[in-house]
């Protein structure tokens, strides 16, 4: 089975930063969803198992970075220019299967889900 666990959530204000980290019990492809209250789970970034490659949505393109340290099995999600539309509970997911661009923001693509972690950027 495998876990995820993310931290790294909190308030902040318009404009501010914060990173998430997905820690896994692996090695796999991970994608960071978001979900609102009361909108449908939105795929945000992904990212391959070696790092070498990654989507964003064109909502976070140039404001958010995907990284991931292979060694702690750990992929983060730098968040900057954060807007209050950025408010959501961020999830990260695991599948085994390659990275494929135009796959990897679709929940369905995935197996293995977080608890997630509160995003909330206001003033």
């Known amino acids: 089975q495998v876990q995820l666990v993310e931290s790294g959530g909190g308030l902040v204000q318009p404009g501010g930063s914060l990173r998430l980290s997905c820690a896994a019990s692996?090695?796999?492809?991970i994608g960071w969803f978001r979900q609102a209250p009361g909108k449908e789970r939105e795929g945000v970034s992904c990212?391959?198992?070696?790092?070498?490659?990654?989507y964003y949505t064109d909502s976070v393109k140039g404001r958010f970075t995907i990284s991931r340290d292979s060694a702690k099995n750990t992929v983060y999600l730098q968040m900057n220019s954060l807007k209050p539309e950025d408010t959501a509970t961020y999830h990260c997911?695991?599948?085994?299967?390659?990275?494929?661009?135009?796959?990897?923001?679709?929940?369905?693509?995935?197996?293995?889900w977080g608890q997630g972690t509160q995003v909330t950027v206001s003033s």
């Open positions: 997911a695991a599948t085994s299967r390659p990275f494929i661009r135009a796959e990897c923001t679709k929940t369905a693509s995935y197996n293995f």
């Open positions: 692996g090695d796999y492809t």
């Open positions: 990212i391959s198992r070696s790092g070498g490659m990654t």
